[in-house]
């Protein structure tokens, strides 16, 4: 079993919509990242988490510890924002970061 | 601003050739990571670095090696380039919890 559960693993929605992508995981952590790719390009780290949640624009990113869950919302959706979405765990010491398999997330007009 | 610069974003090579994947950070950061991204299987780790010269392996080591002789360079090396190793690869480093990441290279071999 993957140690990081992404869902779901395709997305199509509407100009508009408020988008939620999950992210599960097993194992203990002492943060979490949520990374975006749009096709073709680099990743790039949208937020990292250790409690709580955090606001940037659009993007809302919570998590709970105890239930070793976070989401990804997305207010007021676009197209810019079809990209892929990653949810990353880091567990601490130089083991780097363990992913999922990543939200692919198509914004239509 | 933070950089994790790669050589190179699209590179080809033959079956059988050496290739090297290079990767510069300015950041003084420790660690550095080498991934490879395949469609359906995310993101792999191949090799890190949490010093100069040292290395560990990480879950697909096979068919590859790496070299750190510098904090901020760390080479991806594939000895003899298979069909197989046909991905984009993805160089990051980091200090503590923070990960950054290159633009990626896209390897073809033929």
């Known amino acids: 079993k993957n140690e990081v559960e992404q869902s779901p693993q395709n997305l199509t929605a509407q100009e508009g919509e408020f988008i939620t992508i999950n992210c599960s995981y097993s194992?203990?952590?002492?943060?979490l990242h949520w990374l975006q790719q749009h096709p073709g390009g680099g990743i790039v780290s949208l937020f990292m988490?250790?409690?709580g949640k955090k606001k940037h624009g659009r993007l809302i990113a919570t998590i709970n510890i105890q239930e070793k869950h976070s989401s990804l919302h997305i207010t007021a959706s676009h197209p810019r924002d079809s990209a892929v979405y990653i949810c990353?765990?880091?567990?601490?010491?130089?083991?780097?970061?363990?992913f999922g398999k990543g939200t692919h997330l198509i914004i239509q007009p | 601003d933070v950089k994790v610069t790669q050589s190179s974003r699209y590179l080809v090579k033959r079956t059988g050739e050496k290739v090297f994947l290079e990767c510069v950070q300015d950041?003084?950061?420790?660690?550095m990571f080498w991934y490879r991204q395949d469609p359906g299987l995310g993101l792999r780790l191949i090799y890190f670095?949490?010093?100069?010269?040292?290395?560990e392996k990480g879950d697909i080591p096979e068919g590859y090696s790496v070299s750190r002789e510098k904090k901020e360079r760390f080479s991806l090396i594939l000895e003899s380039a298979s069909t197989n190793q046909t991905s984009m690869y993805l160089c990051?480093?980091?200090?503590?919890?923070?990960?950054?990441f290159g633009q990626g290279t896209r390897l073809t071999v033929v």
């Open positions: 990051a480093s980091s200090r503590q919890e923070g990960a950054f």
């Open positions: 990353a765990v880091y567990r601490g010491g130089a083991d780097g970061l363990t």
């Open positions: 670095s949490y010093d100069v010269k040292m290395k």
């Open positions: 194992v203990g952590i002492s943060a």
């Open positions: 950041m003084d950061h420790e660690n």
């Open positions: 988490l250790s409690s």
